[in-house]
């Protein structure tokens, strides 16, 4: 079992720049990759990142690629979100996941855990 913990969201101008972070709980955090998906309102949630149990590989979708970059420290079960050149379509609630099975995967069925959410809101 494993519980997330997102924080770091909050308002900002566009062309700013925030950081995510989730803390896990648990022994087995550096084992499961991660991902960060975001919902809008009136939107399905989507996938945005994610990273593999060491870190060694990531991924990204193409709206926030170049802009965005996930990391992780494991020493510190935490997962990062470094988010830069935010534009107003970024707003969106953000959720950070957890895969027991280590895939870093696109799709939130790939996930097994998720936090509670932090709202990023970008202002024009």
């Known amino acids: 079992q494993v519980q997330l913990v997102e924080s770091g969201g909050g308002l900002v101008q566009a062309g700013g720049s925030l950081r995510l972070s989730c803390a896990a709980s648990?022994?087995?955090?550096?084992?499961?990759?991660m991902g960060w998906f975001r919902q809008a309102p009136g939107k399905e949630r989507e996938f945005v990142a994610a990273?593999?149990?060491?870190?060694?590989?990531?991924y990204y979708a193409d709206s926030v690629k170049g802009r965005f970059t996930i990391s992780r420290d494991n020493a510190k079960n935490t997962v990062y979100l470094q988010m830069n050149s935010l534009k107003p379509e970024d707003t969106a609630v953000y959720y950070c996941?957890?895969?027991?099975?280590?895939?870093?995967?696109?799709?939130?069925?790939?996930?097994?855990?998720w936090g509670q959410g932090t709202q990023v809101t970008v202002s024009s």
């Open positions: 990273i593999s149990w060491s870190g060694g590989s990531t």
């Open positions: 996941a957890a895969s027991g099975v280590g895939v870093a995967g696109h799709f939130s069925y790939e996930y097994d855990y």
């Open positions: 648990g022994r087995t955090f550096s084992s499961y990759a």
